[in-house]
């Protein structure tokens, strides 16, 4: 016996993701694992793989065209390094359970068992197919709209990353232009549960602490030393 109607219960789709979908079947293949058909392969189903293909290439654009407004300043090495973090698989991975992708995937038994709800590769891969088929329901103009605010915090921490890494730079610049050394990070303290660690470290120049810093693991704790030894140095005048 083959079907035609939807499997999934999408009478909250607005609700769950926030966009009303016309034609119920495309939001149906973009929850559609190949994994699903595999074990169902009398059901006259398509999984979303064209849909991903397809929403890649949409959301390569509109990202692009998000980044290009947004930083007119910015050369092109550094919008399509912007660009690259956001369309990236674990980003995307992240927007999809944040709209609630995940527990509505069609799945197969032993992909499911596996833990495949969960996984980041189906998450990333079914947000691309969720936007393909957005885009094939509504156009463009109502992908952009959705997708925008979705990436407003990813793109808040990348840029707050690349400045905690200029400020390793920074520093670095300046120990071996005044000291002749390069900053060396020492863990001061850990402390909290293993699912919740806060690492200290601090920064020392010719064996002079300058600043220190704490983090969810060292490389954010030394950044944040980083920053604290350059709020020192300026405060000082050594530092323009």
């Known amino acids: 016996m083959t079907t035609t109607k939807p499997l999934l219960d999408l009478s909250d789709h607005a609700e769950r993701f926030g ?3 016309n034609d119920l079947g495309l939001l149906q293949r973009a929850l559609t694992h190949r994994s699903y058909l595999n074990e169902h392969p009398d059901l006259r189903l398509e999984d979303n793989e064209r849909l991903e293909f397809l929403g890649d290439a949409v959301l ?4 692009a065209e998000f980044l290009y407004e947004r930083f007119p300043g910015l050369r092109e090495g550094h919008l399509t390094r912007l660009r690259a973090g956001l369309v ?4 995307l991975a992240i927007l999809a359970q944040k709209i609630g992708i995940g527990e509505m995937l069609l799945l197969g038994k032993g992909e499911e068992d596996g833990g495949g709800r969960a996984r ?5 891969s079914a947000f691309e197919a969720f936007a393909g088929a957005l885009y ?3 156009g463009l103009d109502v992908v952009r709209t959705f997708v925008k605010p979705l990436f407003d915090p990813s793109l808040e921490v990348m840029l707050r990353e690349q400045s905690d890494k200029d400020a390793k730079s920074r520093l670095q610049e300046w120990a071996q232009a005044h000291v002749g050394e390069t900053p060396q990070y020492r863990t001061v303290s850990i402390s909290g549960p293993d699912h919740q660690r806060e690492f200290t470290l601090e920064v020392l120049v010719g064996g002079d602490r300058y600043g220190i810093g704490t983090g969810r693991n060292k490389q954010s704790a030394a950044q ?3 920053n604290d030894a350059l709020t020192t140095l300026q405060q000082k ?3 323009d």
């Open 19 to 21: 966009v009303r979908f």
């Open 60 to 63: 390569d654009f509109i990202v």
């Open 88 to 91: 990236r698989n674990d980003t």
């Open 120 to 124: 980041s590769s189906n998450l990333g």
């Open 136 to 138: 094939l329901d509504q």
């Open 224 to 226: 944040a030393a980083a």
């Open 237 to 239: 005048g050594w530092l």
